[in-house]
């Protein structure tokens, strides 16, 4: 079958499309056939052997797919030809892939497989920082850096389904603000001067930061007392440094948030989460921003577009 390969930590120059075996049905995992797969930022860290996740060289990546079941074991829940968004960290970019059931999803009728493949890494992430580790309450008051991403739009999201009162979008540009607010954000700020926009009107509970950089301080500065910023990660590239005295003297908290590593410590917990989303993924309150798609063929394209940073919404891979 087709796959797309990483064959050297050259970046997206070191994507290869090859013909590997196909998996074969086990008694473990649910065979999926893949029509689409999700773009993420640890795929291009993967291309540099930069990302914590990365095996010897060649392997296929891949972590997010939407597709139909092949073949599941008996007592996965699954049977063949269920619609299935799936986690297989991965393997994800090529024709067929086995998965563990615990990440596999059922995927109702009305979501289509693009926005399935876009959606899980995202908002499991986003859901894990804000509901599980932020611990956000009904009013308040979320700005989220990085906005227009796929972190960050899911942020906007589910901060607005669980009940924050203002979602204040934090975006370098006003084009990618705009989207932001398609997204749900009430408002958008450039982040060259967003702490004095953002404290204008007060200051805030929890900051969703998957950026880093030099902005880090400001967001702390922005925080209430009992406030929580959500380390979230470093798209800018450099991971800040926190003076703990003005967590001490504000009664502030800086929390990290590291989703993937999470279901090896408690089993089920994905499965979980995607069964509290699912009620608002199907109403249309969670729907990804989707950005562009390329054939499985256009692999370094797609993780190049990524790279550039230019584009808006996630980018699929039609397998």
Known sequence: MRAIQITSHDGPDGLKLVDVPEPQPNSTDVLIDVKAAGVAFPELLQTRGAYQ????????????????VVSAPADSGFSPGDRVAALPMLNGFSERVNCPPNMVFPLPDEVDFDVAAAFMFNYGTAYFGLIERGRIQPGDRVPVHGASGGVGSAAVQIAKAWGASE??????TDAKGAVAIEAGADSYVLADSF??????????????DPVGGDRFTDSLRCLNVEGRILVIGFTAGEIPVVKVNRLLLNNISVVGVSWGDYEELIPNHTKSQFTAMLPHLKSGALKPILGPTFPLEQAKEAILALESRQHTGKIVLHV
């Open 195 to 208: 702490k004095d926009a953002v404290l204008a009107k007060g200051k805030v509970d929890i900051v969703v």
């Open 53 to 68: 996740l990365s095996p010897a060289l060649p392997f296929v990546p891949g972590t997010e797919v939407a597709g139909v």
């Open 167 to 172: 979602v204040i979008a934090v975006t370098s």
